[in-house]
């Protein structure tokens, strides 16, 4: 039997990194989101999270979705 592959967990970043990534407000990236260019996660207590791969592919022109 063989062992099960584990799951990859994908990374999460904040607003104030993905601001820092792009040099904007992280008010502009809570604009984006809103907007739908970027999808957010939210977390348990409400915060918005934003996965790194989405943000990666954003950043190069790519299609995010």
Known sequence: MTKPE????????????????????????????????????FTLGGHRRYRRSEVERFLTGGPVQ
């Open 6 to 41: 584990p799951l990859e967990i994908e990374e999460l970043l904040t607003p104030a990194e993905v601001a820092k990534m792009f040099r904007v407000d992280p008010k502009t990236v809570t604009r984006w989101a809103s907007a739908g260019k970027l999808s957010a996660v």
